[in-house]
């Protein structure tokens, strides 16, 4: 039986413990699939595992190490002639509907489709599960967020490598960075709020350990005692509190604008008013808000600026980004505008 979607699943000295990423998809209501493990230089035990799976639809390749999951993702998508690509991180798992949800959208026309899911610490205990605001995407969110984890995402084959392939660059997000390329070039995503990965969340990933190589100044001060200045007063209670509110004004404004346009995707059942409810609930549970709260005090041209560092692999997403922030946070830039003012002439 030819596979319908091939399954891509970068491994790394993964060892046992990639068996129940392995059996996720043994499991799938949809059984027309061809699993392909790629193995990045594992150096332990990881190959000879992933061989032992009694299972045709099984397969390892085996690449020199990228140090990045880029390389192997390009490796498995270059092995297949399955209409259908989807993505299994080698530590997340799968319940047993997400490959039927997937295709569902994609056999439906759509290009590129995203499911819900669930995020887990290493022990299995739940920290977040998706929700409204995981499930609406345009091509502006996904400038300013990195949405999407590759173990929710399937497409079309020829997709991935019409846009030039997975980034191979070992600094993280490939995936930001390719759903951004993906989103210029005019392909949408299809979401489903079926919530049908579960992701652990390490904090020693890539991810998290990542340093942002580039940042955007928003607002020059004179002195390094202004800047900082400037982010005491955000850092305390008033200060935190201006800042949600303005958070809270740009970002319903924003949803609002957003939602009639043609490139709004989201599931039917979801109404404007239960985003907005969604970003209410958001700021009301102490999640992260107003991007005010990352600033950082950068040496620039002789004095400093308040910068916000921006997780990006290039410097055109960076312009990407200072764009839509420009257009899209006004009253917390002008907020911030204010505190510098402040800060500056000492009126604090």
């Known amino acids: 039986m030819a596979a319908r979607i091939a399954v891509i699943?970068?491994?790394?000295?993964?060892?046992?413990?990639?068996?129940?990423?392995?059996?996720?998809?043994?499991?799938?209501?949809?059984?027309?699939?061809?699993?392909?493990?790629?193995?990045?230089?594992?150096?332990?035990?990881?190959?000879?595992?992933?061989?032992?799976?009694?299972?045709?639809?099984?397969?390892?390749?085996?690449?020199?190490?990228?140090?990045?999951?880029?390389?192997?993702?390009?490796?498995?998508?270059a092995a297949t002639s399955a209409p259908y690509v989807a993505y299994l991180d080698h530590d997340d798992v799968w319940l047993p509907n997400h490959l039927e949800v997937l295709l569902g959208m994609l056999q439906a026309g759509a290009p590129l489709a995203g499911t819900g899911c669930v995020r887990v610490d290493p022990s299995g205990r739940v920290r977040h599960r998706s929700g409204v605001l995981d499930s609406v995407w345009h091509p502006e969110l996904q400038v300013l967020n990195a949405m999407y984890e590759p173990s929710r995402v399937g497409h079309v084959r020829p997709l991935v490598a019409e846009a030039g392939g997975w980034s191979t660059a070992a600094a993280g997000f490939e995936d930001w960075d390719l759903w951004t390329r993906l989103a210029e070039r005019g392909v949408d995503f299809a979401v489903a709020a079926d919530r049908t990965s579960v992701l652990t969340l390490e904090d020693g990933s890539r991810r998290h350990l990542f340093s942002p190589r580039h940042s955007i100044g928003l607002a020059k001060t004179g002195a390094e005692r202004d800047a900082d200045r400037v982010r005491d007063l955000l850092a305390g209670e008033h200060g935190r509190a201006r800042a949600e509110a303005a958070y809270l004004a740009d970002t319903e404004a924003w949803y609002v604008d957003l939602w009639d346009s043609a490139r709004c995707v989201r599931p039917p059942e979801v109404r404007r008013v239960d985003v907005l409810e969604a970003v209410r609930a958001k700021l009301a549970s102490d999640e992260a808000g107003s991007f005010l709260h990352g600033l950082v005090t950068v040496p620039h041209a002789g004095g400093f600026v308040l910068a916000l560092p921006t997780a990006v692999l290039n410097p055109q997403h960076r312009g990407r980004i200072r764009e839509l922030l420009a257009r899209r946070c006004p009253a917390q830039l002008r907020l911030l505008r204010e505190l510098r003012a402040q800060a500056s002439t000492g009126a604090l």
């Not at 390892?60 to 390389?71: D, E, F, K, Q, S």
């Open 9 to 77: 699943c970068p491994a790394f000295n993964r060892s046992a413990a990639i068996l129940p990423t392995v059996e996720s998809v043994l499991a799938q209501t949809v059984q027309d699939w061809e699993l392909l493990v790629v193995s990045d230089g594992s150096t332990d035990d990881t190959d000879e595992v992933v061989r032992a799976v009694r299972d045709p639809r099984v397969r390892l390749l085996r690449v020199a190490n990228h140090g990045c999951p880029g390389g192997p993702r390009n490796a498995g998508l």
